[in-house]
């Protein structure tokens, strides 16, 4: 059975409570994750015991964020659509991730999932298969490059991408400009104090490895196919994680059916059991197993 198969297996009793979106799960998780960042945030401040460990800790939380702005492409973590938006918006800035292109870039990699030459994310490099690249991956470098180039271009008007409609490119290049402008005066502010580089510029730099050592798991050595139960991993992990991943860990029930939200994945992960092809029994398993397949030298060009 293929994915769109046990779509057309879904009762539409079922499929309709599944998709129905509401405001207080997201609202109770957004609390939950952003009251994290702040007591960290505090901790960090006043230089408290074992701060070091705690910058970390606010590191990952704060790019983390990135599921949220991921799951607001969808519309999906709230009812109330402008709360959808702004949440989106604003998760992403602190991680230089622009919405309103992401929103685009991201819907056509639903739309293609792994499908080589039409998935932008395959577009943008793949995934790492030496070490030399699994490095540069893993360090976030090249996704910093990355994104502060988009955002440039975006802001410059060079927003050609196939993914991307013309009717969006005003609000993409509109945003850009502001979310330089915010850039520079948060730079602007490190001329009156450093909690800038000890409260943002630090912690996201460190925390980004784990944000990218999650992600790799979604679609890393899945199959090249149209089938999200092949192109698609789900990953068993703890309630921690699940949390400031916002239940993305359950990937191919994400992919599977889009418009389900966040806190309806658990559900939909029964409703699915037998059909994964791609799951792992954890993080640390799939990245060992990941490791174990990387060359040691990079193909030459």
């Known amino acids: 059975m293929d994915h769109r198969a046990f779509i057309k297996g879904v009762p539409r009793e079922t499929m309709t409570r599944l998709r129905r979106r509401e405001d207080g799960p997201g609202l109770r998780h957004l609390a939950g994750h952003l009251g994290f960042i702040t007591v960290t945030g505090i901790w960090i401040g006043f230089a408290l015991p074992f701060w070091p460990v705690v910058l970390f800790l606010h590191g990952i939380a704060l790019c983390f964020l990135f599921t949220?702005?991921?799951?607001?492409?969808?519309?999906?973590?709230?009812?109330?659509?402008?709360?959808?938006?702004?949440?989106?918006?604003?998760?992403?800035?602190?991680?230089?991730?622009?919405?309103?292109?992401?929103?685009?870039?991201?819907?056509?990699?639903?739309?293609?999932?792994?499908?080589?030459?039409?998935?932008?994310?395959?577009?943008?490099?793949?995934?790492?298969?030496?070490?030399?690249?699994?490095?540069?991956?893993?360090?976030?470098?090249?996704?910093?490059?990355?994104?502060?180039?988009?955002?440039?271009?975006?802001?410059?008007?060079?927003?050609?991408?196939?993914?991307l409609p013309d009717a969006a490119r005003p609000l993409v290049i509109r945003e850009a400009r502001i979310m330089l402008c915010l850039y520079a005066l948060a730079l602007l502010s490190l001329t009156f104090s450093p909690a800038m580089i000890w409260l943002w510029i630090v912690p996201v730099l460190i925390g980004q490895p784990v944000l990218r050592l999650y992600l790799l798991a979604e679609h890393g050595r899945c199959s090249f196919v149209a089938n999200m139960f092949e192109n698609t991993r789900t990953t068993y992990t703890n309630r921690i994680v699940r949390f400031f991943a916002w239940n993305m860990p359950y990937h191919v029930e994400h992919h599977t059916l889009p418009l389900v939200p966040f806190h309806k994945l658990p559900e939909l992960h029964d409703l699915m059991r037998g059909h994964h092809a791609q799951v792992s029994p954890s993080y640390r398993a799939f990245t060992a197993g990941y490791a174990q397949k990387l060359s040691l030298k990079r193909p030459k060009p």
């Open 68 to 163: 949220l702005s991921h799951e607001s492409t969808h519309r999906t973590p709230f009812e109330t659509g402008w709360m959808n938006e702004w949440a989106g918006r604003l998760a992403g800035f602190p991680i230089i991730l622009p919405f309103e292109w992401f929103r685009h870039f991201h819907l056509a990699h639903h739309r293609y999932t792994n499908i080589p030459g039409k998935d932008p994310e395959l577009l943008e490099g793949g995934k790492p298969d030496n070490w030399v690249d699994f490095a540069l991956y893993l360090s976030g470098l090249r996704y910093w490059s990355s994104m502060t180039r988009q955002v440039f271009r975006n802001a410059m008007g060079k927003t050609e991408a196939p993914y």
